[in-house]
């Protein structure tokens, strides 16, 4: 059973609150405590043998130290992360997982989604016979996910999702918003979505647009007010990726395009 509990806090991701779930099976596993509700208080009352995160992004681990102090739980972090875990946290963990382990003795795996952010996981527990994803911030049921200079890496989330549709999960229970029933049918259309935006960047940047503002103005086709930071991010992840590719020329400053 996987038991989902909405949190608020500082997000700016859709639906302004952040999703923590409680997978009770041959243990009971806390994925991504945001902060502490009621409850998420008395759900975790009844204990918690593991807790593990998404990615240590802080309004997805905000309750981490709470709980692992306030239960006998095992902490759990990427092995290649183990700092920035610690850091946005403020807890050592106990034991480490490398994509694909299992965590402990559960049958909950993790499998590597980077992107969003580089120590991103995607948490993969088997309910009734069909796999579920809980895929913190690859995917969201009702809006784009925000993949930005410099925590975010384009090209790694592309294949993040790639990735994630070849393992056919039966649906998604993302870090935000409601649970995604259609998953292949979200995850490609995402991958559609970041696709066309590149194309509209290489474009924009083909049409003589050489700064970030420009570009945006190019490419996006819609308003912009209050986020037009995390566009900015966004279109610089992109540049940052079609640079790595050879397609265009990007100083951080200025891009031109490369003829092909």
């Known amino acids: 059973m996987i038991e989902r509990y909405p949190v608020d806090g500082a997000t700016r991701a859709p639906h302004g609150t952040t999703n923590a779930y409680l997978v009770d099976g041959q243990a009971r596993v806390l994925v991504d405590p945001a902060g502490r509700t009621a409850a998420l208080d008395a759900a975790v009352s009844r204990g918690v043998d593991h807790i593990v995160v998404t990615h240590a992004h802080p309004d997805h681990v905000g309750a981490v130290d709470a709980y692992a102090a306030a239960t006998d739980a095992t902490v759990w972090a990427h092995a290649a992360f183990t700092a920035r875990f610690e850091r946005e946290t403020g807890v ?25 952010a580089p120590d991103h996981v995607a948490v993969l527990a088997t309910v009734d016979g069909e796999c579920n994803a809980i895929s913190g911030d690859l995917v969201f ?9 410099v925590d975010g890496d384009m090209r790694a989330y592309l294949a993040s999702l790639r990735r994630l549709a070849a393992g056919a999960p039966a649906r998604l ?42 570009i945006l103005d190019a490419a996006y086709d819609k308003d912009l007010a209050g986020v037009r930071d995390l566009a900015g991010q966004t279109v610089r992840a992109h540049l940052d990726k079609l640079a790595r590719e050879q397609r265009i020329d990007w100083n951080g400053s200025r891009a031109t395009h490369q003829p092909a």
């Open 92 to 116: 050592a963990p106990d034991r480490v997982f490398r994509p694909g382990d299992a965590i402990g003795d559960t049958a909950l795996t993790v499998t590597d989604t980077p992107g969003h």
């Open 141 to 149: 049921a009702d809006s784009s996910v925000f993949v930005g200079a």
């Open 173 to 214: 229970q993302p870090g935000h918003g409601p649970t995604i029933e259609q998953p292949a049918d979200r995850l490609h259309a995402l991958y559609a979505h970041r696709r066309d935006r590149e194309r509209r960047v290489l474009d924009a940047v083909a049409a003589g647009c050489e700064t970030v503002d420009a």
